[in-house]
């Protein structure tokens, strides 16, 4: 294996505990800044939106550098944000640190593997997106617990700020071990939005979007869900993350295989069936008897984190099959609209805590992944 592509891995690894870990210190950076949990997800709203809108944006307007430049450059301004997010007073310069952090780790999660393709040899191509993207699967089973225990113990300033540091080591080392003769990527935006002609992609796309929005309406106030809806102790969340992290890593893993086995749109009406009953099954948490709801929740945390990651294969599955000659194209539109969905998902559940109560937070998700449901089975399904 090229050890060069370990440093992509490790990039790949900070900025996904990154976005996991704001859901764990969401509480707490509202209780410091003095603004409501509601008010608080503006931090996850403002990422999303720069992720989702000005990912592809940036990827053109670099279009023109080598990919080192690239990489070593998004990672550097995303660490960079993370030491910001460690120091910065006000919930306002907290926002718009993590607004600016979202365009580092989209610049740098669009370009990496593709800097991964390019350094591997033939025949190894697999193998070396598998490296980076490893580096995510690693952060969500392990780096994100870890995380979350030193926010718990050190606060959570003293995470971004480590992550920042991890970041910066990461960007330096691929700006020294990397060629610079690797070539960007020149298409105009009208270029890249072309795949949105292809039969079937726009509404592709829009499950995508409609699955995370749904997820995450969830899972972006977990952490008062464990402590105010579930009278769980706030020292047992980095034991739920790692629940989830497990959950995940299998669901990405059985995912892709169960999408080869059956079609992508089947795959997705599995997984998002069980997504329903997963949210629909939140509240009732509540009503189990005391000494059995971590457990309950220990088990329902795993199978989220199954069905939360078993979804991105098979639509990535559905997206190469509707376009196989545009699969890199396809798979940047399938980013922005999960980001745009997390967007969304923040404002949906800001106005259920405002308007009703932490309780609906799963029901709620369940309507939209109903919708999402029914978009994925109206798509056309190309096997």
Not at 56 to 66: A, R, V
Not at 190 to 216: C, D, K, N, Q, W
Not at 230 to 257: C, Q, S, T, Y
Request: charged letters at 10%.
């Amino acid at each position: 294996m090229d050890v060069r592509l370990l440093w992509l891995a490790l990039g790949a690894f900070a900025g996904s505990v990154e976005s996991s870990l704001i859901v764990s210190v969401l509480p707490a950076i509202a209780a410091e800044t003095g603004v409501s949990l509601a008010q608080a997800g503006y931090l996850i709203f403002g990422y999303s939106i720069a992720y989702g809108i000005g990912t592809p944006l940036l990827s053109t307007l670099f279009g023109h550098l080598d990919r080192r430049t690239v990489v070593a450059g998004a990672e550097l301004l995303f660490g960079l944000m993370c030491l910001l997010l460690g120091v910065l007073p006000g919930f306002l310069l907290l926002v718009l640190a993590r607004t600016f952090m979202a365009l580092g780790a989209g610049l740098f999660t669009s370009t990496a593997q593709a800097t991964a393709v390019a350094l591997a040899a033939p025949g190894k191509r697999g193998s070396a997106i598998s490296t980076v993207v490893m580096g995510g699967s690693i952060a969500v089973a392990v780096g994100v617990p870890a995380a979350a225990l030193v926010a718990e113990f050190l606060g959570w300033r003293v995470a971004y700020l480590g992550l920042g540091v991890l970041a910066i080591i990461a960007s330096a080392t691929m700006w020294l071990k990397l060629p610079a003769d690797i070539h960007g990527d020149r298409r105009t935006i009208r270029e890249r939005l072309s795949v949105l002609r292809v039969p079937g992609m726009p509404l592709t796309l829009l499950t995508s979007g409609g699955m995370v929005m749904a997820s995450f309406t969830f899972f972006n106030y977990l952490a008062p869900i464990t402590t105010d809806l579930l009278g769980l102790e706030r020292v047992l969340l980095p034991l739920v993350m790692f629940a989830f992290g497990i959950g995940a890593v299998f669901g990405n893993f059985f995912g892709g295989r169960l999408a080869d086995r059956i079609g992508g749109r089947q795959t997705m009406l599995v997984i998002g069936g069980l997504m329903v009953v997963l949210l629909a099954a939140v509240p009732l948490l509540a009503l189990l008897p005391r000494p059995l709801v971590l457990p309950a929740f220990l088990v329902h945390m795993a199978l989220y984190g199954v069905v939360s990651w078993g979804f991105f294969p098979p639509q990535l599955h559905r997206l190469a099959a509707l376009a196989p000659l545009a699969v890199p194209l396809s798979a940047s539109l399938n980013l922005t609209s999960m980001n745009i969905g997390g967007a969304l998902s923040a404002l949906v559940g800001g106005l259920v805590l405002e308007n009703l109560s932490i309780a609906w937070l799963g029901p709620i998700g369940a309507i939209g992944a109903v919708a999402a449901l029914v978009i994925a089975y109206l798509a056309p399904d190309h096997r």
